[in-house]
T-cell receptor
Framework: DQQVKQNSPSLSVQEGRISILNCDYT??????FLWYKKYPAEGPTFLIS?????DKNEDGRFTVFLNKSAKHLSLHIVPSQPGDSAVYFC????????????FGDGTTLTVKP | NAGVTQTPKFRVLKTGQSMTLLCAQD?????MYWYRQDPGMGLRLIHY???????AKGEVPDGYNVSRLKKQNFLLGLESAAPSQTSVYFC???????????FGDGTRLSIL
């Protein structure tokens, strides 16, 4: 049973428009959520996170929204740039699981010039 | 500023051979992790360590062993490689739990 799901394997958007990447989770004990970005032949790099006590966290062009009742989070990128083209992983942690992260399968974002 | 360094970057093994993947971090992080990533899938935790001398099993530990003799190093061993272990292996570290992890660039391992 996959506890963190990214149901869209790929997303294509035009440069300058908004990119919205979605993530759903099933474990109600998750209380810390992270997004990582991965370029080919590189390791993932941390992008932004949110604690379950918040419903929004913003960092420049990146905003993460958390809807605890729906067990859903989303990453908004505004405006999207060609350099944002990468694989985006959603990850979730639970204090009851020693803080270890469970990762989704990733969404490949392509931003077209 | 090296961060997390994985050695080697690529390796081809024959079934039954053994090898060790090395991960080194220079950030004085307590927590270290080994993941595998298969095509179209996310990262699955193999083993992790919460400090020097400690190790614990993750989601997919079978066929792998680890050691953390020094705080900065985390070794992943395959005693008898199998084709099912063909994957990209990522090492990561973090200062403590609930902190973002810093990843190496991966080791691409093929087992024939």
């Amino acid at each position: 049973d996959q506890q963190v799901k990214q149901n869209s394997p790929s997303l294509s958007v035009q440069e300058g428009r908004i990119s919205i990447l979605n993530c759903d989770y099933t474990n109600s004990m998750f209380d810390y959520f992270l997004w990582y970005k991965k370029y080919p032949a590189e390791g993932p790099t941390f992008l932004i996170s949110i604690s379950s006590i918040k419903d929004k966290n913003e960092d420049g062009r990146f905003t993460v929204f958390l809807n605890k009742s729906a067990k859903h989070l989303s990453l908004h990128i505004v405006p999207s740039q060609p350099g944002d083209s990468a694989v985006y992983f959603c990850a979730a942690s639970a204090r009851t699981n020693a803080g270890k992260s469970t990762f989704g399968d990733g969404t490949t974002l392509t931003v077209k010039p | 500023n090296a961060g997390v360094t994985q050695t080697p970057k690529f390796r081809v093994l024959k079934t039954g051979q053994s090898m060790t993947l090395l991960c080194a971090q220079d950030m004085n992080h307590e927590y270290m992790y080994w993941y595998r990533q298969d095509p179209g899938m996310g990262l699955r935790l193999i083993h992790y360590s919460v400090g020097e001398g400690t190790t614990a099993k993750g989601e997919v530990p079978d066929g792998y062993n680890v050691s953390r003799l020094k705080k900065q190093n985390f070794l992943l061993g395959l005693e008898s490689a199998a084709p099912s272990q063909t994957s990209v292996y990522f090492c990561a570290s973090s200062f403590e739990d609930y902190q973002p992890q810093h990843f190496g660039d991966g080791t691409r391992l093929s087992i024939l």
